[in-house]
C-alpha cells in the first residue's frame, strides 16, 4: 500500500470532512456579563479552587465570547470544513429552564454561526459539553430523571433559533465522563462520589434524554431544516495484554462496560445495555444484597425508544492501554470500577504525553474503528475528537507525529478495511481550560498566553501541518483511491 501514506500528502477521500472542535466552558469566559447564568464548572471552581491543578477557572479562559471573530480567522485559516463547538447552556438560559431566553446569548451564537456560513465552514453544535446550570444540579442533575425534560426543552429552543443554519447536531459529549467523573467520584463537577449508583442513574437520564431529543428533532425539525442529529461517544482501544482468553475476554469487557454502555442501547439490532453489563452488575448487586441490580433497567417501551436514534455515531478516541484479567474480591465494595474489574496498563515502549492517559498509539484507533464497524454494522462514524497535548512548546513535534499517526491509521481504516468514517476533528483549536487540569495541559493548534490580558494567540508547528495535511487531501476522489488501493 505505497499510497497509504499520509506523510507525503494524505489520500482521504474528497467528501471526507476535517474540522476542530471546542467546548463552551473551556474557551469562552464571561462567566457572568451578559446575562449568563452559573454553572456547575462555575461554582465548583469558585467555592474549591483546589481541586483544580493550577486553581484557576474558566472565569476568562481564552476570553472567546469576546474574541470569537478572531477566532474563527484562526479557524479559517486552517481550511476546515467545520467547526464543532457547544453551547453554554446558562448562556441562552440563565436558570437553566426555558421560560426565558437570554437575547445576549442569542446573539453571542448567531454572530458565530453566521460568521462561520460566510466562510464556508460548517457549525456543528454539541448541545451539551457538561456545564449543567447550577439551578438544574440543585434539583439533582442527570441522575434525576427529570434533568431529560429540561435538556428536552433546551435542546428546542436551540433547534428553533439556530436549526434554519445550523444541520449537524450532537446531544452529548461523553455521557461516561459526565456521569463517572461527575457523580461516580472521578472529581469533575458537580463532583458527587456515587460510584456504582448515581453514574448508573446518571446514564439512564442521558440515554432517554439524547432518545427524547432525538425524536424531537426527528418529528419536528429534520422535515424543515433538514439536518442531522447524533452524540458523541468517547473510548480508548483496549488491548488484550496477551492471548489468554481470560484476558480477551477483559478487554471486551472493558469496551462493553464504557462504550457499549451507551453505543449498545443506540446502535445494535438488540438494544438495551450489553448483555455482559447487565448480567455482571445485576450478579455482584445480588451478592452484595441488594433487593435488585444497581444498574437501573430500560422496559421494552423504552429500549425502543431509544433504538435507532442517532444519524451518526460521534467518536472521541485519544489512546490505548492493555487490558488484563483481574479475579474478583470475595467482599466488594460498590463502585463502577469494580463492577468492571479489569486491570489496565501501558506498554513502557509507548510514547507518552503530558497527561498520564494519552499516549502515542496509532494502530489502537484503526482496531476500534474495525471493532465498530463489526459489533454495529458499520455505521456512519464521526471522530469528533483526536488529540495530543503538550506542556507549552511552539514547536509541537509531537503532537505532529501523534496526528500524522492516527490519520495514517484512519486512512486505513477507511480505505483498506472499509470502515464508514466520513469526518475526523482535532481537538482542540486553542489551549485552553482543561478542566480539572486548569492551564497546565495544552491541546491547542495554536498557543494561548493566559498571562497576558489579551489571551494572545500564536500559531504552534502543529498549525501549518494540518493546514498542508487538509490541502494535500483534496488531491483524489475516492474513486482514484480505490483504484490506487487495488492496484
Ligand atoms: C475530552 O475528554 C473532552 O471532550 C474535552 O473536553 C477535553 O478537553 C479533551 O478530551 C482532553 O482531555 O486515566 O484517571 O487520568 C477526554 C476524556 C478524560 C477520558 C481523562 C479519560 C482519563 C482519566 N478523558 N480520562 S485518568
Avoid at 469496551?255 to 454502555?261: A, D, H, N, R
Amino acid at each position: 500500500f505505497a499510497f497509504l501514506s499520509t506523510s507525503s500528502g494524505s489520500h482521504f477521500p474528497k467528501n471526507f470532512k476535517f474540522g476542530v472542535s471546542t467546548a463552551s466552558y473551556q474557551i469562552e469566559g464571561a462567566w457572568n456579563v451578559s446575562g449568563k447564568g452559573e454553572n456547575i464548572w462555575d461554582r465548583m471552581t469558585h467555592e474549591h479552587p483546589n481541586w483544580i491543578e493550577d486553581r484557576t477557572n474558566g472565569d476568562v479562559a481564552c476570553d472567546s465570547y469576546h474574541q470569537w471573530k478572531t477566532d474563527i480567522e484562526l479557524i479559517n485559516n486552517l481550511g476546515v470544513d467545520f467547526y464543532r463547538f457547544s453551547l453554554s447552556w446558562s448562556r441562552l438560559l440563565p436558570t437553566g429552564f426555558s421560560n426565558y431566553v437570554n437575547p445576549d446569548g442569542v446573539r453571542y451564537y448567531n454572530g458565530i454561526i453566521n460568521e462561520l456560513l460566510k466562510n464556508n465552514i460548517e457549525p456543528i453544535i454539541t448541545i451539551y459539553h457538561w456545564d449543567l446550570p447550577q439551578p438544574i444540579q440543585n434539583e439533582g442533575g442527570w441522575p434525576n430523571i427529570v434533568t431529560a425534560e429540561y435538556f428536552a426543552d433546551y435542546a428546542k429552543v436551540a433547534f428553533e433559533l439556530f436549526g434554519d443554519r445550523v444541520k449537524t447536531w450532537i446531544t452529548f459529549n461523553e455521557p461516561i465522563e459526565i456521569c463517572q467523573n461527575g457523580y461516580g467520584g472521578g472529581g469533575k463537577a458537580p463532583r458527587i462520589f456515587s460510584s456504582g449508583v448515581s453514574d448508573y442513574l446518571c446514564g439512564r437520564t442521558l440515554l432517554m434524554a439524547h432518545a427524547k431529543v432525538f425524536h424531537l428533532y426527528d418529528r419536528h425539525y429534520r422535515h424543515k431544516q433538514q439536518g442531522k442529529i447524533g452524540v458523541t461517544i468517547n473510548t480508548g482501544w483496549f488491548e488484550p495484554k496477551s492471548n489468554d482468553p481470560k484476558d480477551v475476554a477483559a478487554a471486551e469487557l472493558s469496551l462493553q462496560m464504557m462504550f457499549g454502555w451507551w453505543t449498545n442501547p443506540i446502535f445494535s439490532k438488540t438494544g438495551d445495555y450489553p448483555l455482559l453489563m447487565k448480567d455482571r452488575i445485576a450478579n455482584i448487586s445480588r451478592a452484595q444484597h441488594f433487593k435488585r441490580s444497581r444498574l437501573p433497567n430500560f422496559n421494552n417501551e423504552e429500549i425502543k425508544f431509544i433504538q435507532g436514534t442517532s444519524d451518526f455515531l460521534g467518536l472521541n478516541h485519544y489512546s490505548t492501554v492493555l487490558a488484563s484479567y483481574a479475579p474478583l474480591p470475595n467482599v466488594i465494595p460498590v463502585s463502577f470500577s469494580n463492577d468492571l474489574n479489569v486491570k489496565t496498563e501501558v506498554d513502557p515502549k509507548w510514547i507518552p504525553s503530558a497527561a498520564t492517559w494519552i499516549h502515542d498509539v496509532p494502530w489502537g484507533f484503526r482496531k476500534l474503528l474495525n471493532w465498530i464497524k463489526g459489533e454495529y454494522n458499520n455505521p456512519p462514524v464521526f471522530v469528533t475528537e483526536n488529540g495530543y497535548p503538550d506542556v507549552g512548546q511552539f514547536n509541537d513535534m509531537e503532537r505532529i507525529h501523534y496526528l500524522q499517526g492516527y490519520l495514517d491509521e484512519l486512512l486505513k481504516a477507511i480505505l483498506v478495511d472499509d470502515c464508514n468514517v466520513y469526518a475526523y476533528s482535532v481537538w482542540s483549536v486553542l489551549d485552553n481550560m482543561e478542566w480539572n487540569r486548569g492551564y497546565t495541559l495544552k491541546f491547542g493548534l495554536y498557543h494561548v498566553n493566559f498571562t497576558d490580558p489579551k489571551r494572545k494567540r500564536s500559531p504552534k508547528s502543529s498549525v501549518q501541518f494540518y493546514k498542508d495535511f487538509i490541502k494535500s487531501s483534496r488531491k483524489f476522489d475516492s474513486i482514484e483511491m480505490k483504484s490506487m488501493v487495488s492496484n
